[in-house]
């Protein structure tokens, strides 16, 4: 048997349920995945409340979870390139709270094996996001970039891979998170009344591209800054794109095993630093998502299912089974 969540019903964090269910099975095409660690996201909290139903309705009894970092424990009979035990992060869709996630074989790609399975669970999601939004308004060395939600899961991220590619990078906080976003190279500036006014005063020269995580305006402030709309990019104010025509690269223009592997190494060189605000059980999942819609962390929040495996003491990373050993 297999622990998973789901819900039923569209709500708030009452309606997921824990439940047991048969340990999947792989088809053609999928690899099956022991979860370590599946990361969490502000996304996951309106498609459980149906608030993106147009655009992404639940197919109940519905999952959660997309992606996580996990041991391959087998596959279907055409897949190749994975042998059990290898340690991988992927993207399941709605299905990454659970014991066992079933993929798409192109929806996995291997992990480091010196990379621990918290940081590695958050690359598929944030980590693809973030190098998405940087990719988009390409920043240059000497250049000034603006990151709202700075401190957020995507904004974090996004920040310090704008400025390994040279620029200098402002990123809106609250005060008690500016003194750690100074720590990873970013600017901080508090966000809230009179960020315009602080802005100014930061950058005289104005602003180069602007890296919107968050909505509520930023890209109209982008746009009153002078930046060009080719080089603003939100993953979270539709309404500007229609309006301005600015770019909205995300999630789905980092969704590839290569763009994982490029972030993961940065990740495990230490030039990527990716904070974990915090680590739940899966028992504690409506908790969980109470304060991932807070919005008050700094990072990223995760879900640990099982420890992370070391060797001797669980799979071997990148060892190799046949399928006569998978199936004993």
């Known amino acids: 048997m297999s622990r998973k969540i789901q819900f039923t019903r569209y709500g708030g964090p009452e309606v997921l349920e824990l439940v047991d269910v048969p340990r999947p099975q792989p ?16 996304a996951e909290v309106g498609i459980r409340e149906g608030a993106f139903h147009e655009r992404w309705p639940a197919e109940f009894p ?30 399941a869709q709605r299905g990454a709270m659970a014991d066992f996630a079933l ?41 000034t970039v603006f990151v709202s939600a700075a401190s957020g899961g995507v904004g974090v991220l996004a920040g310090q891979l704008a400025r390994l ?14 003194h750690r976003l100074l720590t990873l190279g970013i600017e901080p500036v508090e966000y809230g009344r009179g960020l315009q ?3 100014q005063a930061m950058i005289p020269d104005g602003l180069d591209a602007v890296i919107d995580t968050f909505g509520g305006g930023y890209v109209d402030l982008a746009i009153e800054f002078g930046v060009s709309p080719e080089r603003i990019n939100t993953i979270a104010d539709h309404a500007a794109v229609q309006r301005y025509g600015v770019q ?11 763009v994982w592997s490029e972030v993961q190494a940065l990740i495990a060189d230490g030039r990527l630093v990716v ?54």
Do not use: C
Request: hydrophobic fraction near 45%.
């Open 27 to 42: 088809a053609a095409g999928q690899v099956l995945v022991e979860v370590v660690v599946a990361s969490l996201n502000p």
């Open 62 to 91: 519905q999952g959660m979870g997309h992606d996580f970092a996990g041991v391959v424990v087998g596959f279907g009979p055409d897949v190749t390139g994975f042998a059990v035990g290898d340690e991988v992060v992927g993207f």
């Open 103 to 143: 993929v798409d074989a192109g929806s996995v790609g291997p992990k480091p094996a010196g990379l621990g399975f918290a940081a590695a669970a958050v690359v598929p999601a944030a980590g693809a996001t973030a190098w998405a939004t940087v990719a988009a308004v390409d920043p240059a060395p000497g250049e």
């Open 165 to 178: 590619a040279g620029a200098r990078v402002v990123g809106a906080t609250s005060a008690g998170h500016m």
């Open 197 to 199: 006014s602080r802005l």
């Open 248 to 258: 909205a690269r995300g999630n789905g223009d980092g969704m590839s095993p290569a």
């Open 275 to 328: 904070p974990i605000e915090a680590e739940y059980r899966l028992e504690d999942i409506a908790r969980a998502y109470i304060d991932v819609a807070n919005r008050r962390g700094f990072g990223k929040r995760v879900v640990r299912l099982r420890p992370d495996p070391t060797s001797g003491a669980g799979v071997r990373p990148h060892s190799r089974q046949s399928r006569a050993e998978q199936a004993r």
